[in-house]
């Protein structure tokens, strides 16, 4: 009531005005009618911005989280929406909706997705024309977007990508009085500049981009503690290094939910099917690594399992797969060499460009001892999966050298050891022969499978030492780590 009252009062004084000066031009006081006009103008305009700015009692609640990428496959801006919601925030997301979020987002009540299209552009002309049009149409969908909302007091971007969502949400908070907070997962014109080059004009003109509108922001939140010090050297950014961390879903799979998922994943996959039947009777369920007794409903691995390599990725050319083929050609030839090692099933999951190139690859090798399949697993799936895998192993290498593979921090979360290609700061997560390996190459990464399956399924080898000293020093979890970093930001006046 109290809010209609004000802008009755508003649009009466305005009316009042406007009346006057149409008065004194009518009666020749030198008011000129483009003067009116200007006056009409410039009173409707503050009318706007009024109302783009009026606040109601739970503005302050009120906080928009933007991903310009695919909801489902954002895990860290999810967790930043979790963790609001769990501190009483009404949470609108906005993102595309391309795969499905997990299940705690689409449940919550404070949580509202506003689903955004993928903009194409222009589909003809030159590339750069098609990339103009994209930012142009997207920067009017994110405006209405923004502005058709109620009054938020905090929008929280992810970057990348970020063009031209940092601008749209700068402006945005600019008109509402909204403050702006980036989180920088890495540099987008690093990645630009993997397809194009670092001389291309559009990866030159998105580096001027996040260097202008960047520190534009009021608050900045980044991965490591290294682009931490490169937004402050070389962009002026003070920033807050909030480490990914895994959420509570992340934990070593109970045997019976394991033999569950991979009974699953038989009916899809053949690589997790068994291929003896063992008893005419029905008495057993099996698959290739475990074995459920119908009678007493016990759950056992088999000890001649094969070894479960898990990897995931976005298929994307900062990530290298021929380096992990190759390396299972490699170990193929160590078994038919004599070497005493068991059978792989390497598990890739994930979406993305090149996922058909590597496809192509991999139907091509013709592997006795290593069976690959590339699933797209649920969200509820995948923590259950890594939590029943035996190694993982991530071929993420950074395209700006600063950020670091929330896929390795989830693996850590289900005590899973790690082969990881080595890059500049991947030392502030994984700690050599002591969590994990890093390598270098295919030849690196196929002794070192060789080594840390040697033993397998024993766990008193290099592997299991690893393991056991992840489950020794369990760090600090997602909810801890945003309550202490992110909390303080959102609250401050």
Not at 18 to 45: D, R, Y
Not at 150 to 165: A, F, T, V
Not at 393 to 415: A, E, Y
Request: net charge neutral.
């Amino acid at each position: 009531m109290a809010t209609l009252c004000g802008c009755s009062a508003f649009l009466a004084l305005f009316a009042l005005i406007a009346a006057l000066l149409m008065t004194f031009s009518a009666a020749g006081l030198g008011v000129t009618w483009p003067a009116v006009c200007l006056a009409l103008i410039t009173g409707l305009l503050s009318l706007w911005l009024w109302r783009l700015r009026e606040r109601d009692g739970g503005t302050d609640r009120r906080v928009c989280v933007l991903v310009l990428g695919d909801i489902g496959r954002s895990p860290r801006m999810q967790y930043h929406v979790l963790s609001l919601s769990k501190h009483r925030y009404d949470v609108t997301l906005v993102g595309f909706l391309d795969t499905k979020p997990h299940q705690d987002v689409l449940r919550e009540e404070r949580i509202k997705i506003v689903s955004i299209a993928e903009v194409k552009g222009l589909q003809v002309g030159p590339k750069v024309l098609t990339y103009v049009t994209k930012v142009m149409v997207q920067s009017l969908q994110l405006l209405y977007v923004l502005l058709k909302m109620k009054l938020q007091s905090h929008i929280l971007m992810q970057n990348p990508p970020g063009l031209p969502g940092i601008a749209v949400s700068w402006l945005v908070c600019v008109l509402r009085g909204s403050r702006f907070v980036i989180d920088w997962h890495n540099y987008g014109y690093t990645i630009m500049s993997l397809s194009h080059g670092s001389t291309h004009p559009v990866v030159r003109l998105a580096k001027w981009y996040e260097h202008f509108f960047g520190p534009l922001a009021n608050h900045s939140l980044c991965v490591t503690n290294a682009m931490k010090d490169d937004l402050q050297k070389n962009w002026g950014i003070k920033a807050t290094t909030l480490y990914d961390r895994p959420a509570s879903i992340f934990r070593e799979t109970p045997l019976k939910q394991r033999h569950e998922l991979f009974t699953r994943l038989a009916n899809t996959h053949p690589q997790f099917k068994h291929s003896r039947c063992e008893d005419v009777d029905g008495e057993v369920e099996t698959t290739v690594f475990s074995v459920r007794d119908l009678t007493d409903d016990t759950v056992a691995l088999r000890a001649e399992r094969p070894a479960l390599l898990i990897s995931s990725t976005s298929w994307t050319e900062d990530e290298d797969f021929s380096i992990l083929l190759k390396a299972l050609e490699e170990y193929e030839d160590f078994i038919k060499g004599g070497a005493c090692l068991p059978s792989l099933v390497c598990v890739i999951t994930g979406k993305g460009p090149q996922k058909e190139h590597y496809r192509k690859l991999i139907d091509s090798l013709h592997l006795e001892h290593v069976k690959i399949c590339t699933p797209w697993l649920e969200a509820e799936d995948y923590p259950a999966l890594l939590g029943s895998a035996d190694l993982g192993v991530c071929l993420h290498k950074s395209s700006s050298g600063l950020d670091l593979p929330m896929k390795v921090v989830d693996m850590f979360g289900c005590c899973l050891p790690v082969c990881a290609i080595h890059f500049s700061c991947l030392h502030e997560l994984v700690k050599h022969e002591e969590n994990g390996l890093m390598f270098r190459d295919s030849q690196e990464l196929a002794e070192q499978l060789k080594s840390l399956l040697s033993e397998f399924p024993s766990s008193e080898g290099k592997l299991g030492a690893f393991r056991r000293n992840l489950q020794s020093s369990k760090g600090q979890r997602w909810d801890d780590n945003w309550d202490q970093n992110v909390l303080p930001l959102i609250t401050a006046p």
